[in-house]
Nanobody, 124 residues
Framework: QVQLVESGGGLVQTGGSLRLSCAPT????????MGWFRQAPGKEREFVAA????????DYTDSVKGRFTISRENAKNTVVLQMNSLKPEDTAVYYC?????????????????WGQGTQVTVSS
């Protein structure tokens, strides 16, 4: 069974930074493409960032480009989302997802496994 555990969320002021980690347990995730999505109350889960299985290709939603960075730490099969210059509109529950493919995905329907989520709150 595949499990994804997110960590690193919390409360931060506008302009601050947070580092989210997604740690998989169970089978190796070397062949999985990974992504981060977020969901604010009453809204649909939306794409934030994704990375292919090798870590060579990344993509971001326009609103986070230049502020967020997704990366892989393959030795631990961990995916990290570094979030800088945070804004109140970044407030949401952030979810790590995994898909059984080499290429990255940008929609929730392309992902096979999800973590429980970690809360990010940015105060104004």
């Amino acid at each position: 069974q595949v499990q994804l555990v997110e960590s690193g969320g919390g409360l931060v002021q506008t302009g601050g930074s947070l580092r989210l980690s997604c740690a998989p347990t169970g089978p190796t995730f070397s062949r999985y493409a990974m992504g981060w999505f977020r969901q604010a109350p009453g809204k649909e889960r939306e794409f934030v960032a994704a990375i292919d299985w090798s870590g060579g290709i990344t993509d971001y939603t326009d609103s986070v480009k230049g502020r967020f960075t997704i990366s892989r730490e393959n030795a631990k099969n961990t995916v990290v989302l570094q979030m800088n210059s945070l804004k109140p509109e970044d407030t949401a529950v952030y979810y790590c997802g995994a898909r059984t493919a080499y290429g990255l995905g940008k929609t929730t329907y392309e992902y096979d496994y999800w973590g429980q989520g970690t809360q990010v709150t940015v105060s104004s």
